[in-house]
């Protein structure tokens, strides 16, 4: 069992820059591939990044591709989203997910096993 936990979400102005934070706990977040999705009201959710578990490759949604950056620290179970020059288009509430010894299919969401509760990221223009 993994429990994951968001932080970092918030008010923001179109163009400025936040930093989501997921913390694990549970087991050790080295056997999953980590994911960040996110879900605007009345939308699905959708792929935003993903990172391989030893962090070696990182994927991302090409609406999000050189704007935002994910990362991961296993010695602290800890998973990162840096997000910046941020558009009113990418408020939603984002979800940090874990993927227990998954390569691929890490774009889909029914790839992972566990999920966050959520945080929401508002951006105004």
């Known amino acids: 069992q993994v429990l994951l936990v968001e932080s970092g979400g918030g008010l923001v102005q179109a163009g400025d820059s936040l930093r989501l934070s997921c913390a694990a706990s549970g087991r050790t977040l080295t056997t999953y591939a980590m994911g960040w999705f996110r879900q605007a009201p009345g939308k699905e959710r959708e792929f935003v990044a993903a990172?391989?578990?030893?962090?070696?490759?990182?994927y991302y949604a090409d609406s999000v591709k050189g704007r935002f950056t994910i990362s991961r620290d296993n010695a602290k179970n800890m998973v990162y989203l840096q997000m910046n020059s941020l558009k009113p288009e990418d408020t939603a509430v984002y979800y940090c997910a874990a993927a227990f010894m998954k390569i691929a299919g890490l774009t889909r969401p029914e790839t992972y096993n566990y999920w966050g509760q959520g945080t929401q990221v508002t951006v105004s223009s």
């Open positions: 990172v391989s578990r030893n962090g070696g490759s990182t």
